[in-house]
C-alpha cells in the first residue's frame, strides 16, 4: 500500500473528540487534522510524539490533513483503520498466507451475517468460500507483542461469532489481524481490558474459525504486510 503523495510531518499537540488531532507542522504551522481510529489509540497519543499526515486538495474537506503514522517506543506505527483492508487483500494476493491462496475470486466488503459486511470474501470453485474478517492493531505494552483489543469492542465479539456461524453453514471463517508496527514478532489477545473479547476468540476457535497475524513494514512511503507472525496465550 502506498500513499498517493509524499506524507507531511509535525507533532502532535492533543487528539480530542476522537476523531480530530492538533498538530503543529515542522514549519511552525498549526493545523486541525481528523484521525481515522474511533478506537482508544491507548499510548499512541502522547502530547509531542512525531507524526506523519496526508494532504488531500479536496474542496469539500474541512480538514485537509489526515493523520497516518505516529512515532512510538521507538517506532512507526498506522493508526489509519481504513488501511488494514487494503494491507490485508495485497497480503492475500501477494501469497503471504498459505491457507488463503488458490481462491479464484477475491470481494470486498460483501454482506453476510447479521446486518453486517465481510471485509474480504474469497471463492473458489472447489474449496468452501472463505469469509475474512480484518482488524488493525496498532497497541503494545511489552516489547516485541502486539495486543489487540487496546478497549472494549462489542462489535468485534459479534464479527466472531458471525464466523463461527459461517462455519457451521460450511464454508470457512477466517480472523486476520493486521499489525501496523514494525517492532513486534507475535499477538496476544488482551483479554484484561475485553474479557468479553477474548472470551468469544476462545469460543470461535473451538468453532473452527482460523486466526492469522501479519507484520507490516512501515514507511513515510507506504505499508506493506511482510510476514506472519503467531497469536500466543
Known sequence: MIFASPLITGRLVQRYKRFLA?????????ITSS????GSMLGLTD??????????????RKYPHTLQLVEAQGTMVGINTGLPN???????????????????????????????????LLRGTERPDAYVEVKNVHFSRSPGLAEF????????AKHLEELGNMIENGH?????????????????????LDPVYAAA?????????????????????????ISTMPIID
Open 22 to 30: 492538533d498538530i503543529v507542522l515542522d514549519d511552525g504551522s498549526p
Open 35 to 38: 484521525v481515522p481510529n474511533t
Open 47 to 60: 502530547p509531542g510524539i512525531r507524526v506523519w499526515l496526508s494532504h488531500s486538495d479536496g474542496l469539500k
Open 86 to 120: 487494503r494491507i490485508a487483500e495485497e497480503a492475500i494476493l501477494s501469497g503471504l498466507l498459505p491457507s488463503l491462496r488458490g481462491y479464484a475470486e477475491l470481494r470486498r466488503e460483501q454482506r453476510y451475517g447479521s446486518n453486517s459486511r465481510i471485509d474480504i
Open 149 to 156: 483489543p487496546d478497549s472494549p469492542t462489542a462489535r468485534g
Open 172 to 192: 470457512r471463517g477466517i480472523m486476520l489481524y493486521v499489525i501496523q508496527r514494525g517492532d513486534c514478532e507475535r499477538l496476544r489477545i488482551c483479554g484484561d
Open 201 to 225: 476468540f476462545e469460543r470461535a476457535m473451538r468453532r473452527g474459525v482460523e486466526a492469522y497475524a501479519v507484520k507490516c513494514h512501515i514507511t513515510p512511503e507506504g505499508i506493506a504486510a
